[in-house]
């Protein structure tokens, strides 16, 4: 087939629609920001892309197999601007994953499939997925049906709230939703029979409970819940008055708008709530140190995805400069916060930018050694896969994933993006790759 001499959005839209992926696996996969590959969509031949991303989909249709080539050929020719004709009236193989249609409000099928397995608590090759029903549950509705709520000692609650958090970190999600179901009733009986100051501290570790819900339902691909999980966890912090556990709470706010497409207001939110704890604390503690560090890590994510690389720059340096002063790598106030989780996140923020190759380097920097949380080991693992992939080195991509499964199965089981990149895996190779990556799918009770 012939090259394309210039990709406008027209092409791209074409070839992603060839894919069978969506905007969103779409811009994983080209380490783009998902509101590029929307405006390519929707913008058509009115709208030429960047060199780099360029030479990224010519990689892409190179490496594309001859069915792809060959639905991407009948899309270009049946369109004449950004709306192209339905991928579903063309050739279909075995291999097709993606078939979300894609646009401006897009929403993963896979995701979708994903959630309702994980509500309902499906078993796939054996293994049983956790359910998340009970927990939005308890979520929207905390009083138990069939029995009073019980008031617990402080003690024991806040022991339960750092049992969830301790969990969370290790990626047992399945003892994570069983103690949540069971600490969310509890929480306003608790918050009740406390006084004073017990009150205050009650309000803190609310905030860290609804923290974990939130990041539990990310997880799962629950976005607009998540965003409610934070919403709660902001409130019970400002309630509490604690400064730090107001910017604690910041961080999975940032997280849920970020992951609900609001990336500029995510970004301002974390410079915000990083610099009102500054000011406000003077960083004179370890906890407000490692919290301030860990909101810059999170604002750097947000304005990577909004194609600010002078922001993320900038936030990864002030973060840099905050894991200096901490001195070690620790996880104070359940941050993970160091000079290692800086570069895991330099990373992470290398690939949303679609430096694939430069991920890779800096992955390649770690020590691992020094990852002492099972969850952030196998997201470096997973960036790793998706860099890999990203790049065309499939067989690599696999066994980063391969990697991540070893240190934290639930992890690999419940992620949506994980599912993406086998997805990925399964399209774009052939023989020997491909079997594994399906082999590895089946083990690990991916749906592709």
């Not at 594309?64 to 950004?82: C, I, N, Q, W, Y």
């Not at 895996?425 to 990556?437: D, E, K």
Request: charged letters at 25%.
């Amino acid at each position: 087939m012939a090259a394309v001499t210039t990709w406008t959005g027209r092409e791209a839209n074409a070839l992603r629609q060839a894919l069978r992926m969506s905007v969103t696996g779409f811009a994983e996969h080209l380490g783009a920001a998902r509101r590029t590959v929307a405006k390519w969509s929707s913008q058509g031949d009115k709208i030429h892309l960047r060199a780099d991303m360029q030479a990224a989909l010519d990689t892409v249709l190179t490496r594309a197999t001859p069915d792809v080539r060959e639905r991407f050929e009948a899309l270009v020719k049946a369109g004449t601007s950004g709306a192209l004709a339905d991928p579903a009236t063309l050739p279909v193989t075995d291999a097709h994953i993606h078939t979300g249609e894609g646009g401006i409000d897009d929403i993963d099928s896979d995701g979708d499939v994903r959630r309702r397995d994980l509500l309902t608590g499906v078993t796939i090759s054996g293994i049983t997925l956790p359910t998340v029903a009970t927990l939005l549950e308890a979520l929207v509705a905390p009083r138990p049906r069939n029995a009073e709520p019980v008031a617990l000692p402080l003690r024991q609650f806040a022991q339960d709230v750092a049992t969830a958090k301790i969990d969370y970190q290790a990626c047992r999600y399945e003892q994570v939703l069983a103690g949540l179901v069971a600490l969310l009733p509890a929480l306003e009986p608790t918050r009740a029979d406390a006084e004073g100051e017990q009150r205050t501290r009650v309000d803190a570790l609310a905030s860290d409970l609804y923290h974990v819900v939130g990041s539990v339902l990310l997880k799962v691909g629950d976005k607009g819940m998540a965003l409610v999980a934070a919403e709660r966890s902001t409130r019970a912090a400002s309630i509490s008055q604690d400064p730090v556990a107001m910017a604690a709470s910041a961080r999975i706010m940032t997280h849920a708008l970020m992951s609900n497409g609001h990336s500029t207001q995510a970004r301002q939110l974390a410079e915000d709530a990083a610099e009102t704890l500054r000011r406000g604390t003077r960083l004179a503690s370890t906890d407000a140190v490692a919290v301030y560090g860990a909101l810059l890590l999170r604002g750097a994510i947000a304005a990577a995805r909004d194609e600010n690389r002078d922001s993320a720059q900038a936030m990864l340096d002030e973060a840099s400069h905050a894991a200096g002063r901490l001195g070690y790598d620790g996880n104070d106030r359940w941050t993970g916060f160091g000079a290692t989780n800086v570069l895991l996140h330099r990373v992470n923020i290398a690939l949303t930018l679609g430096d694939a190759g430069t991920a890779i380097a800096l992955a390649r920097q770690v020590p691992l050694d020094k990852i002492r949380l099972a969850e952030r080991k196998a997201t470096l693992f997973v960036d790793m896969a998706r860099a890999y992939t990203q790049w065309g080195r499939y067989e690599h991509g696999l066994n980063a994933l391969r990697s991540a499964y070893d240190v934290a199965p639930e992890e690999i089981r419940c992620r949506p993006a994980v599912q993406r990149i086998v997805s990925d895996l399964a399209v774009l190779t052939r023989g020997h790759v491909r079997s594994a990556a399906l082999d590895f799918a089946q083990h690990a009770g991916i749906r592709v």
